[in-house]
């Protein structure tokens, strides 16, 4: 089994609250933000030169899409592609509620499956509501934190304006944990340029960001 520093699995909200246009400016945005020359720093600069990377859509209970599934990334060539293939992805028709406790265990599930070892692991959860549906992700997310992975959070404001106190309490935990925030979808990119680069840079552990 190869190695790598970093696993990250990136979890986007594809409730219905989400439209197919914003859909688009998340995945050209999570596009753009894998090609930043220091988030690709972070990637692959660490001991190995290498991380494990997928891509998962949620929605309500059991309804879930690995787009990507696990991917190694060892270099640049290996990088564009897994960031070609994020911003190609379809929006998958799932449903209108929102379950991000589901989404945890589906996290968890693929996590229990990595292709090798990487003693840093990252759930990279993104959306524009707070769960609605399915099991209580506080649970979930402490059982995860306390198997040594990092769950992050990058929420979209434009309907629930509190929502990084609702992801503060119930979703992010582990070492670092933090939660971002845009105000719509048209800052999304941004948004995940810098979530990336804090929470991946610390496997380059030459950016000082984390």
Known sequence: MDPADLALIIALDCSASVTFEEFNLIANGCGAALRDPE??????????GAAYAALLLWS???EHAISVDWTRLAGPGF?????????????FGLGDTTAIGSALLV???????????????VIDVAGDGGANAGPAPGPIRDRLAEAGVTINGLCVLHEEPDLVATYTREVIGGEGAFALQC???D????????????????????????
Not at 39 to 48: D, F, I, K, N
Not at 79 to 87: G, P, W
Not at 195 to 208: H, N, T
């Open 107 to 121: 996290c968890e599930e693929m996590l229990a499956r990595l292709p090798g070892p990487a003693p840093r692991k």
């Open 187 to 210: 800052g999304f990119a941004e948004a995940m340029r810098q979530k990336l680069r804090q929470e991946i840079a610390r496997a380059g552990g030459q950016l000082g960001l984390g």
């Open 183 to 185: 105000q719509d979808y």
């Open 39 to 48: 988030v690709v720093q972070g990637l692959l600069g660490g001991p190995t």
């Open 79 to 91: 990088a564009e592609q897994f960031a070609s293939d994020v911003e190609g992805t379809p929006r």
């Open 60 to 62: 309500g209970p059991g």
